[in-house]
Nanobody, 116 residues
Framework: QVQLVESGGGLVQPGGSLKLSCAAS????????MAWYRQAAGKEREWVAT???????NAANFVKGRFTISRDNAKNTMYLQMNSLKPEDTAVYYC??????????WGQGTQVTVSS
């Protein structure tokens, strides 16, 4: 049973930083791709950033230069370092992992609230 557990969310002031973690119950080397998504209240879930098994990564334009995705295979954990946070970054952040062509997994989400 594959489980993904996010942590690190919370309340932060505009301009602040948070680091999200996504801990997997299995070796993350089995995943072709891991990613972060987010969903704000009343909006659709949107893609934030992706990191591939080989280590290459990409991020949505609205977080480029502010968010950094990374992974630690030894800890079976993926991270999202979020800097210069804005109120519009407020959302539930979800971890996603894809194995092969058809197998994909989601975490339960962690709330990030950016407010003064």
């Amino acid at each position: 049973q594959v489980q993904l557990v996010e942590s690190g969310g919370g309340l932060v002031q505009p301009g602040g930083s948070l680091k999200l973690s996504c801990a997997a119950s299995v070796s993350i080397s089995r995943f072709n791709v891991m990613a972060w998504y987010r969903q704000a209240a009343g909006k659709e879930r949107e893609w934030v950033a992706t990191i591939e098994r080989a280590g290459s990564s990409n991020a949505a334009n609205f977080v480029k230069g502010r968010f950094t995705i990374s992974r630690d295979n030894a800890k079976n954990t993926m991270y999202l370092q979020m800097n210069s946070l804005k109120p519009e970054d407020t959302a539930v952040y979800y971890c996603h992992a894809k194995s092969g062509v058809t197998l994909d997994y989601w975490g339960q989400g962690t709330q990030v609230t950016v407010s003064s």
